[in-house]
């Protein structure tokens, strides 16, 4: 489970530098540093928890079950915060990609993030296509369309248009 965790850690932190252009809270990286030092944890936990049974030590036996029951404790506290903020979460998130695909014009460093993430993704807006019709962008494009970057893989003569949003 500890190997599992830093994996999952590890990969998060990795992951975020390609979308830490939609995360503005200072504390984005907060989940996966303390998914780190929860791996270490419980690695030391297992490890006395192994001792404790080759030894046969009803004390240390005792200490790790009362070291997993804290660890249960504070999953089931997490998994409620974590649904009680869910809305919150969804609404930041969703304020913060609305004011990067505001800025993207096909050039600067915000626009490579979003055309990223679309391609990642599959996906084109923040909810659908429409969103990109009250970006400047589309605005200024004047051809009623999205960036390439919103076409579906594998269709060759996608112009982004919108009067052809099976494309899209």
Do not use: H
């Amino acid at each position: 489970a500890a190997a599992g965790l830093s994996y999952v850690g590890a990969y998060v932190i990795s992951t975020y530098q390609s979308y830490d252009n939609f995360l503005t809270d200072k504390y984005a990286l907060l989940p996966p540093v303390i998914i780190l030092c929860v791996a270490v944890i419980m690695f030391m936990i297992g490890l006395i928890g192994c001792c404790a049974t080759f030894r046969e030590s009803r004390v240390g036996l005792g200490l790790f079950l009362a070291i997993i029951l804290v660890i249960f404790i504070a999953e089931v506290s997490a998994f409620v915060l974590g649904f009680v903020f869910r809305e919150k979460v969804k609404t930041d998130v969703q304020g913060t990609m609305s004011s990067v695909f505001e800025k993207y014009d096909g050039k600067n460093p915000e626009s490579t993030v979003v055309d990223y993430l679309q391609k990642q993704l599959y996906c084109c807006g923040v909810k659908n296509y429409s969103d990109w019709a009250t970006t400047q962008w589309f605005n200024s494009t004047g051809n009623n369309s999205v960036p390439l970057s919103c076409c579906r893989e594998g269709m060759k003569n996608c112009t982004g248009s919108l009067d052809q949003p099976q494309e899209l």
